[in-house]
C-alpha cells in the first residue's frame, strides 16, 4: 500500500511563498508520475502541476504557470511544490497524487490512483 504525505502548508500573505512537500512510501516511487491538485471551499478538485517520473517532463494549468514550480528528488522518495507569487485566489487544500502506470492525461483527475490527506494553503489578501 502507497502512502503519501503532505506537508508545508499555512497561512501567508499575498505576495508570499510556500514550498509543499508530498512524501511517499514505497520502493517504486520513481516508477511514476506525480503531481499536485487543490480543491478550494465549494469547487471541484483542480489539477495543478504534474511531473514525470524522471522530472523531465513538468505540466502546469494556465493559473500558476510561472509563479508555482513542482519538482522531485527520487532519492528521498519526495515530491515538491514551490509556490511563489501567491494569490487569495491559491487558497485551497492541496493533494499530492500518484499517477497509474497507465499515465495518459496529466490534469485527468481519474489518472491517479494514490492520494494524500491533503494540507492547507491560505492567502490573506
Known amino acids: 500500500q502507497v502512502q503519501l504525505v503532505e506537508s508545508g502548508g499555512g497561512l501567508v500573505q499575498a505576495g508570499g511563498s510556500l514550498r509543499l512537500s508530498c512524501a511517499a512510501s514505497?520502493?517504486?516511487?520513481?516508477?511514476?508520475?506525480m503531481a499536485w491538485f487543490r480543491q478550494a471551499p465549494g469547487k471541484e478538485r483542480e489539477f495543478v502541476a504534474a511531473?514525470?517520473?524522471?522530472?523531465?517532463?513538468?505540466y502546469y494549468v494556465d493559473s500558476v504557470k510561472g509563479r508555482f514550480t513542482i519538482s522531485r528528488d527520487n532519492a528521498k522518495n519526495t515530491v515538491y511544490l514551490q509556490m511563489n507569487s501567491l494569490k487569495p485566489e491559491d487558497t485551497a487544500v492541496y493533494y499530492c497524487?500518484?499517477?497509474?502506470?497507465?499515465?495518459?492525461?496529466?490534469?485527468?483527475?481519474?489518472?491517479?490512483?494514490?492520494w494524500g490527506q491533503g494540507t492547507q494553503v491560505t492567502v490573506s489578501s
Open positions: 511531473i514525470s517520473k524522471s522530472g523531465g517532463i513538468k
Open positions: 497524487a500518484r499517477a497509474k502506470e497507465t499515465w495518459g492525461t496529466a490534469y485527468r483527475i481519474d489518472e491517479y490512483d494514490y
Open positions: 514505497g520502493r517504486t516511487f520513481s516508477s511514476y508520475g
